[in-house]
T-cell receptor
Framework: NAGVTQTPKFQVLKTGQSMTLQCAQD?????MYWYRQDPGMGLRLIYY???????DKGEVPNGYNVSRLNKREFSLRLESAAPSQTSVYFC?????????????FGPGTRLTVL | AQSVTQLGSHVSVSEGALVLLRCNYS??????LFWYVQYPNQGLQLLLK??????LVKGINGFEAEFKKSETSFHLTKPSAHMRDAAEYFC?????????????FGAGTRLFVKA
């Protein structure tokens, strides 16, 4: 099993450009998440999908959109990138949204917006 | 509202020394608590989790953590540090409104291990 995979690993954008970050999991998990990691701030939840067909905003959703394409795939889109979106983005999945469920993380995408 | 505070953004120990990484939480309901580890250029992976079954939780790689309700703490320890333990460690809490979808992560503590 590959677990959680993310593409691309690195990306450089110019301000105003758009891009989509892809995420897929092969663990048959119901729930998926997108986080951003910034120095000294830990992980902050951007969007999550409790189950196929549903998505909800997290702590920092502005400037992002998501699509739960099917049970395996959850993409994150930046419509008009800004320098403030320079960060490392992690996708994660869990069996469900239960309090006790651990999350499994992908390797991350390092995004730089110039 | 829940919150997590990790005391010390950086901790440095000598190889073979005790590792102690501190985590205090705030929660209005009985919490579920987690420690994750992040090695350089990788995603987070679970070290251990507390789900109320036992207050002393043992995890992978010789780490353990003790839930102390009276102190609202969940500190991570390892008796003897190894060079491979150098990484960033995150404490996280979930529970209450939003459940696991609202897992709150601490800011992280970077562990340095000196030879």
């Amino acid at each position: 099993n590959a677990g959680v995979t993310q593409t691309p690993k690195f990306q450089v954008l110019k301000t105003g450009q758009s891009m989509t970050l892809q995420c897929a999991q092969d663990m048959n998990h119901n729930s998926m998440y997108w986080y951003r990691q910034d120095p000294g701030m830990g992980l902050r939840l951007i969007y999550y999908s409790a189950s196929e067909g549903t998505t909800d905003k997290g702590e920092v959703p502005n400037g992002y959109n998501v699509s739960r394409l099917n049970k395996r795939e959850f993409s994150l889109r930046l419509e008009s990138a800004a320098p403030s979106q320079t960060s490392v983005y992690f996708c994660a999945s869990s069996e469900g949204g239960g309090d006790y469920n651990e999350q499994f993380f992908g390797p991350g995408t390092r995004l730089t917006v110039l | 509202a829940q919150s997590v505070t990790q005391l010390g953004s950086h901790v440095s120990v000598s190889e073979g020394a005790l590792v102690l990484l501190r985590c205090n939480y705030s929660s209005s309901v009985p919490p579920y608590l987690f420690w994750y580890v992040q090695y350089p250029n990788q995603g987070l992976q679970l070290l251990l989790k507390y789900t109320s079954a036992a207050t002393l939780v043992k995890g992978i790689n010789g780490f353990e953590a003790e839930f102390k309700k009276s102190e609202t703490s969940f500190h991570l320890t390892k008796p003897s540090a190894h060079m491979r333990d150098a990484a960033e460690y995150f404490c996280a809490v979930s529970g209450g409104v939003g459940g696991g979808f609202k897992t709150i992560f601490g800011a992280g503590t970077r562990l340095f291990v000196k030879a």
